[in-house]
């Protein structure tokens, strides 16, 4: 959906190497949300993010949401290859039941 | 659990044809969700319902797509008559409560 744009689009990093994946709304979120989506599969639910500053952290995955609840970052510590996939950011935009996803950003971790 | 249940994960039909895709959420979840997934349009919401009744079904993209929920534990999506620009990924989610949603592997449909 263009009303929540993810950057990069894609992503191609070595082995061992941090990255970031941006996620933005032009409008105030009430809800963030981060899924995974290995390729041919369904999506995974990685984290729910809802206050301004709020950071939660798995395993080497952490995500914050940003003070203005409108940009939320992914970054991934020292990458592997099971890190790969399309990452997907979803919002909750009008405190309904409805997520709107962005486009995703296509994940490839060089050996 | 089995996880959400998603039949058939293939299908290839030819324009005009009908065809029903089918979910089976994990049970005790009050809310499912209809996806479609492609690469130029990325993931849409359909349409969803919560206990069974349909919420919101603004994502449907026109009258020949039909969603149903005859009870808690099945759904499908019908399209009649089928287009090629049909053809995508859909998928079928459950939650207990509307945001952590759990997806099934998807259900590739090739309109030819």
């Known amino acids: 959906s263009q009303e929540l744009e993810q950057s990069p689009q894609s992503l191609i990093v070595q082995e061992g190497k941090n990255l970031t994946i941006n996620c933005t709304s032009s409008k105030t979120l009430y809800g963030l949300y981060w899924y995974k989506q290995k390729y041919g599969e369904g999506l995974i639910f990685l984290m729910m993010l809802q206050k301004g500053g709020e950071e939660k952290s798995h395993e080497k995955i952490t995500a914050k949401l940003d003070e203005k609840k409108q940009q939320s970052s992914l970054h991934i510590t020292a990458s592997q290859p099971s890190h790969a996939g399309i990452y997907l950011c979803g919002a909750d935009r009008s405190r309904d039941d409805k997520i709107i996803f962005g486009k995703g950003t296509r994940l490839h971790i060089l050996p | 659990d089995a996880g959400v249940i998603q039949s058939p994960r293939h299908e290839v039909t030819e324009m005009g044809q009908e065809v029903t895709l089918r979910c089976k959420p994990i049970?005790?979840?009050?809310?499912l969700f209809w996806y479609r997934q492609t690469m130029m349009r990325g993931l849409e919401l359909l349409i969803y319902?919560?206990?069974?009744?349909?919420?919101?079904d603004s994502g449907m993209p026109e009258d020949r797509f039909s969603a149903k929920m005859p009870n808690a534990s099945f759904s499908t999506l019908k399209i009649q008559p089928s287009e090629p620009r049909d053809s995508a990924v859909y998928f079928c989610?459950?939650?207990?409560?509307?945001?952590?949603?759990?997806f099934g592997p998807g259900t590739r449909l090739t309109v030819t």
């Open positions: 319902f919560n206990n069974n009744v349909p919420i919101d």
């Open positions: 989610a459950s939650s207990p409560w509307g945001y952590e949603q759990y």
């Open positions: 049970s005790g979840h009050d809310y």
